[in-house]
């Protein structure tokens, strides 16, 4: 009876601890996958302010047709690519490069930078594109903790039992990927 | 982070019951001088005063900080800098409900964070530290002031600070029957026990309110360490929280309106004077301001936890760190630090984004005259139209005056 008594308690601590690591999971999970649309949400944004820079800057930039185009097209080709995450960041980054551009030129242009509305969307853009840095490093931070959970032991048993896997991490991204675009006055 | 979080739940779960323990101890002791036999009546007293703080300072703790300190809350438009930048570490920090934010129209550079949980908390800063940082130094300090919510220390020290008043109040009770009540009934107590239950109580009464406020003082400073390890680590710049400490520590002026109580959860310990900010001291809610710029400093180029305990460690030459074990071997990802981030705001412009913003908050109208310049215009003008000072235009007076 005692004998049982221990069994059925061992076997309720047991069980307790197991849903305990599931939820762990579970939640390690759902925080990347919030991280990942967190990055969404903010290329996003980022798609949606460039047309209003774009026809702001239109009217003051006579001569340099090309920068412009430039930014218009990459996000174009930012927006139409779809599939592989590599190829959509690779897309991502040339506009984050073309935008860096836009803003440099813009540097000659006492009138543009005199402009409220100029400034205020540059505000909205340099705070995009950071923000587009915080949730990458986000979604790596809860992509390592996953990693971490579905790896080291106890969890990683259960994690095996009840399909866990690790997500992909973003690579590393060179200092000058991480800077806001750059701007002296 | 996440095993951060947990741990530092853990702990402050210890502690608060360690300090309750104070308080039953207390209540008791000081029940049974009073009449012996009547112990178990002193602890409830004692757990009703703790639960009558606890329910004041949890319903309504957030606007009687806020009201005292004269906060405002203001909306995007008033200083879309200050929003981004509060938004940017809510992303960084995976805060899904972002904090009001509020502003205090003071010259003293300093930021506070209040807030039981994650939703429904705010942020406040000065106007003094708007016109003092730049960008990397703004997100340095709202870094700081998240990982305060994100860490729950607004609650923990909430009931921690309840608990150490319920003491407080509990033994100054006592000590005053002892001094004016006691001798009435002196005849009538001869026996041993009563000494033994004397000379406890007495002891308890001294020492118990001491130990609870440095306890809780102890634990205020290690939620500095803590945000600041999680400031730099958000950031990924711990360079940039440092450079705003040091811009804080270096304002002569002081902040007023501040209740003792809220002086944990600012960023830099706003009832210390200057120069005793710099001092270290055990009786400190904040660790000396030098000291955790030193920290920062000799960070390295990796803005991880586990960096910042090596470096803690390394400064201040104490063989205990901020972090548990368990929460450093989750945190064994490279955090590499980021290069600064160039604000094109120059000083001149923060302070005319932050008065312009002041003055919207007191209901002034900005009329954009032609000729370049802005007309600011009371409330209280009671004139139809106003001529602008530079070129002599006419202008209409939006009444009531609206702000544009």
Not at chain 1, 126 to 147: C, H, P, V, W
Not at chain 2, 272 to 286: I, Q, V, Y
Request: with cysteine.
């Amino acid at each position: 009876m005692l004998v049982l008594l221990v069994l059925l308690a061992l076997a309720a601590i047991l069980v307790i601890f197991v849903i305990g690591v599931y939820n762990g999971l579970v939640r390690a999970r759902n925080d990347v996958k919030n991280g990942w649309s967190q990055i969404d949400v903010q290329l996003k944004r980022r798609h949606d302010l460039i047309p209003n820079l774009v026809e702001t800057v239109r009217g003051y930039m006579t001569h340099e047709r090309g920068t412009l185009e430039a930014v218009t097209k990459a996000r174009q080709q930012a927006i139409s690519v779809s599939g592989d995450v590599a190829d959509r960041m690779k897309a991502e980054n040339m506009l984050s490069q073309t935008l860096r551009s836009l803003f440099a030129v813009a540097e000659s242009y006492p009138d543009l930078k005199a402009n409220q509305n100029f400034l205020a969307l540059q505000e909205e853009v340099t705070s995009t594109e950071n923000k587009i840095g915080f949730a990458r490093q986000y979604y790596n931070d809860t992509a390592m903790r996953l990693k971490n959970k579905v790896e080291m032991f106890p969890s990683n048993i259960f994690a095996s039992m009840f399909g866990f896997s690790p997500e992909p991490f973003f690579e590393v991204e060179t200092a000058a990927e991480r800077q806001a675009p750059q701007i002296k006055f | 982070m996440f095993e951060l979080i947990r741990a530092n739940q853990r702990r402050a779960a210890f502690l608060v019951v360690a300090v309750a323990g104070l308080l039953i101890a207390t209540g008791y002791a000081i029940g049974e001088v009073v009449q012996p036999g009547a112990g178990p009546a002193g602890l409830v007293a004692g757990f009703a005063l703790w639960a009558i703080l606890s329910v004041v300072a949890y319903s309504s703790g957030d606007s009687i900080f806020l009201g005292l300190a004269g906060a405002r809350r203001i909306e995007k438009k008033d200083h879309p800098v200050l929003f981004n930048v509060v938004e940017e570490m809510c992303v960084a920090s995976g805060l899904a409900t972002p904090p009001a934010v509020y502003v205090i129209d003071q010259e003293a550079p300093n930021a506070f964070a209040t807030g039981r949980s994650e939703t429904g908390a705010s942020i406040a800063v000065t106007a003094g530290l708007l016109e003092r940082l730049d960008r990397d130094e703004l997100q340095g300090v709202i870094g700081h002031e998240l990982a305060h919510i994100k860490n729950r220390d607004v609650l923990y020290l909430m009931m921690l600070g309840a608990l150490a008043g319920a003491i407080v109040i509990l033994a100054d009770a006592g000590r005053r029957f002892l001094w004016y009540g006691r001798g009435r009934r002196r005849t009538s107590d001869k026996g041993g026990g009563g000494a033994v239950i004397l000379v406890v109580a007495l002891v308890l009464m001294i020492v118990a309110p001491i130990v609870a406020h440095l306890l809780y003082l102890a634990v205020s400073r290690r939620r500095e360490y803590l945000a600041d390890a999680c400031g730099a680590r958000f950031t990924r710049y711990p360079e940039g929280l440092a450079s705003a400490l040091e811009k804080i520590a270096a304002s002569p002026a002081a902040l007023s309106g501040v209740s003792r109580a809220m002086a944990p959860m600012y960023i830099s310990d706003p009832l210390a004077t200057p120069g005793a900010r710099r001092l270290s001291s055990w009786g400190g809610t904040h660790p000396p301001i030098e000291e955790r710029i030193r920290i920062l400093r000799s960070m390295a180029g990796e803005a991880s936890l586990a960096r910042y305990e090596e470096s803690f460690r390394k400064v201040t030459r104490r063989p205990v760190g901020v972090f548990p074990a368990a929460v450093l071997a989750e945190e064994r990802a490279a955090a590499a630090t980021r290069a600064p981030t160039p604000d094109p705001r120059t000083r001149v412009d923060r302070v005319r984004q932050t008065t312009d913003m002041l003055w919207r908050l007191k209901g002034f109208a900005f009329l954009p005259c032609a000729c370049g310049t802005t007309l600011k215009v009371p409330p209280a003008y009671a004139g139809e139209t106003i001529h602008c000072p530079q070129c002599g235009a006419e202008h209409p007076v939006p009444h009531p005056a609206v702000t544009v």
